[in-house]
């Protein structure tokens, strides 16, 4: 089994930035991609961000050129910056892994989720 646990949410006002943490333990070797999804209320869950132990990633399009994920293999950490934020990325955002996940498939390992939430 792994253990997700987020961090980094909050209050903020639009075209601020934040940025998320999400720490993994247990069964590490059973994953190779990290993800972050999102969830608005009334709305279905979406993928934000994913990367792979080697470093590739895939982003939504409604976030490229404002997210940015990264990974620390060392520390079993994976991060999201957010930059530029709208209201409209205020959501519960979920950590997520698995292997070879990320690319629409949703790993079996998920977070307890963060809020985020940007004022007009």
């Known amino acids: 089994q792994v253990q997700l646990v987020e961090s980094g949410g909050g209050l903020v006002q639009a075209g601020g930035s934040l940025r998320l943490s999400c720490a993994a333990s247990g069964t590490i070797f059973t994953i190779n991609t990290m993800s972050w999804y999102r969830q608005a209320p009334g709305k279905q869950r979406e993928l934000v961000a994913a990367?792979?132990?080697?470093?590739?990633?895939n982003y939504a399009d409604s976030v490229k050129g404002r997210f940015t994920i990264s990974r620390d293999n060392a520390k079993n950490m994976v991060y999201l910056q957010m930059n530029s934020l709208k209201p409209e990325d205020t959501a519960v955002y979920y950590c997520?892994?698995?292997?070879?996940?990320?690319?629409?498939?949703?790993?079996?390992?998920w977070g307890q989720g963060t809020q985020v939430t940007v004022s007009s």
């Open positions: 997520n892994a698995g292997w070879n996940t990320g690319w629409g498939i949703e790993g079996p390992y």
């Open positions: 990367i792979t132990t080697g470093g590739r990633t």
